[in-house]
């Protein structure tokens, strides 16, 4: 006797059936296998017992999802600078700055983000910010139904009762299968079959014995001799054992190719199934990535019948709430009534198919009024807006704002001075539409009507309401049309922006003037050689708006700029640029003057390697076209170029750099060297030196840096840095400067 081992592989499993056979002679020279199962088989096996029962594999708990998931990070800024550049002069300025930003998702389905920040410091120019938002946007919850999509396998879902009953039911046939096959292996079956076979063989013989009986014989006599009863001829269907024993295999054979026919139908419904699950995913990911809008993935979504663990409840709220904040929040409308204010408050927008948004709080600061420290007065904001159609398609919004904004026109009071107590109050409305024209096109337009500045309405003696609604007045009008082309067959991009405020017109989006102001503009965006080179071009009148500046004039100035940008693979990154900058001058505690002038910059930079060394180099070229009558830059109308490079030397990363600045007076000439050194994971260390020399002082001065970077586990990251270099002073000669930070970021 001896013992042979056999795996037996289930479809759609992934274990399998471990068997022994013993096999036993059934003869001289034959013998027949009979298997014995180590371990439990399929359901409904009719095979022999098992020698030892393998128990099933505890299932894995389900995981529960908390109300609250909360990861984010947490950071703190401490800087100090011991003296400030031109024209700015202060010495000993800290600033200290804690922060954290917390995604938070409920019920693992709804998506928030809040922001906390504060900072606080001793410099006259920056005042001391405190802030505290709670938002949420349908773009974090488009995000997660995102990520939940390519996580989702529809295979293992068991909200899919449809594909659970058909994975039931084909492995109930495939247990009937594997009986039947069973039955034709089982050791009885198989004694039967040969005890056939051997009956079988008989009949044929005694057959063959009673044909040679019937030959014919020749003549002559022979002794008589009774033959037995078997020689007979024998019928081989009289025997009734054996017959029955042919019909029962020829019925479990039909049955077995029957069963065959089911399992495999079966099974191909089965795949064809999981593969329509399969598409459906790749359909969800689709169909959110290319809808057009809000409405068409919602109706979309409700089309696929997806389960909650993808889909939650109430996502056709969500998806049509753009966005609320609450807690310092960002307001950002239209040209004419809100655009880039920061208020404490509450801001919503709804645009399911028509349209809906509010706000209203203190307004916390504009674009630049973190540089006012004193003589601020108390402004508030407020403004409903209701509409037809998308806001990303067509669509029609009316606005109507009021509240109070301080005026910073320095030159409309009355009689050319300052009102001691003015009423800050203004209102206005606006009608505002957009109009797609098609996937690559649109055209916005709006007009809007406002009251009139408080010195305007003294001399009339008009109030708030009455002022706005002075339909003969045109003054207090303004109107604004932008447009957008992209066109497809040469990837150009175009914008333009024309823009017509009447001399005491007033929104929360721009300061009056006193006089009527024109701004446009015109911006393309152009590739080349296969998106290679980019060109990015703009011309425009009156974009820069500043309320700090004495506008009692209408500004008349065009701007231009253009840069080009080269990428090639293997081929360093060129950038050119031509572009206007600007520098703000504080000329006494309550009026500050911004000068414009234009500034030429070049970059080249390349990443390579050495041998097993990596390397990069950087050269930067930059010219002023300004002169020191507009500014007190002590790089005026100056050439600088520097040089920088880098290599990566395992552990290591040496930088060496030098630079070169010249104007019209002197020459500036400085080297630099930086090492930074990786510890292990956690332990980061660098220092470097650095040297100037200026010209016509004979001056040369040396400074140092270090830093080092120090990750705690479960604790946080600490870096400390401290740096001596030079900055302007006011005798055209550099001074040293003493900068130095701490940081803590811990993330979660």
Known sequence: MEAVAQVKQLPNKNFATDTIGISLLSGCKSSIIIPVELYNGPLGDTRLPTIRERFPRAAAPLKSNPFLKIHGNVSYDGFYQSNTDTPYLEKDIQQHTLSTNLDITVKDQYPLRVAFSTSKGNSMLFRNLTGINLRYTNRDFKQMLLDKAKGWEAGKLKQLKELDSLQTMLNTKWSQLEKLKNWFNSPQQVQRLIEAKEHDYNLRFKKAVTDISKLERPDFSKPTVNMPSWKKEVDLDSDSAVAKLRNEFARKQQELDSMKLVYDGLEKFYNKKKLAYGNKKTKLLDVIHNSKSDEELISSLESMNLPDSVLPKGYKTLLALKSVGIGRTMVDYS?????????????????????????????????????????????????????????????????????????????????????????????????????????????????????????????????????????????????????????????????????????????????????????????????????????????????????????????????????????????????????????????????????????????????????????????????????????????????????????????????????????????????????????????????????NYQTVFRNEQTGYSGNIRLNVPKIGEFGLMADKGFVPGVNRQLVPNKTGRLTYTKIF
């Open 335 to 691: 040209e004419l009534t809100a655009k880039n204010i920061s208020i404490t408050g509450v801001q919503a927008e709804f645009n399911p198919s028509w349209y809906f948004a509010f706000a209203t709080g203190a307004v916390d600061y504009r674009f630049r009024d973190y540089v006012v420290n004193a003589n601020r007065a108390k402004q508030y904001l407020n403004i409903v807006r209701v509409g037809t159609g998308l806001k990303e398609g067509n669509n029609i919004i009316l606005s109507f704002y009021t509240g109070k904004k301080q005026v910073y026109n320095f030159n409309t009071g009355a009689n050319g001075g300052n009102v001691e107590t003015p009423d800050y109050k203004i209102m206005g409305v606006s009608l505002e539409g957009r109009w797609q024209i098609n996937r690559n096109h649109y055209i916005t337009g709006e007009v809007a009507k406002s009251s009139t500045p408080y010195y305007a309405r003294v001399a009339e003696h008009q109030s708030l309401g009455s002022s706005m609604v002075q339909f003969n007045n045109h003054s207090n009008e303004a109107f604004a049309v932008t447009a957008f082309s992209y066109i497809p067959q040469t990837a150009t991009r175009i914008t333009g922006m024309y823009k017509l405020m009447g001399a005491d017109f007033q929104s929360f989006s721009l300061y009056t003037p006193g006089t009527q102001q024109v701004a446009w503009q015109l911006k393309a965006e152009q590739p080349f050689f296969k998106k290679q080179l980019t060109v990015v071009a703009a011309i425009k009148r009156n974009a820069y708006n500043n309320f700090f500046d004495s506008t009692n004039y209408s500004s008349s100035t065009i701007f231009k700029s253009i840069q080009a940008t080269f990428r090639r693979r293997h081929w360093p990154v060129v950038s050119v640029g031509y572009f206007p900058s600007s520098q703000l001058m504080k000329m006494s505690d309550d009026k500050f003057i911004e000068n414009m002038f234009y500034t030429m910059m070049g970059t080249v930079s390349h990443n390579y390697t050495a041998g097993a060394i990596g390397m990069n180099t950087m050269i930067t070229a930059t010219r002023f076209y300004n002169r020191q009558v507009d500014s007190s830059f002590v790089y005026f109308n100056s050439t600088n170029l520097q040089l920088t490079q880098t290599l990566f030397v395992k552990k290591f990363t040496l930088t060496g750099g030098a630079n070169m600045s010249s104007n019209q007076d002197y020459a500036l000439y400085g080297t630099d060297g930086n090492v930074q050194y990786q510890v292990t994971r956690w332990l980061e260390v660098g220092g470097g030196l650095k040297y």
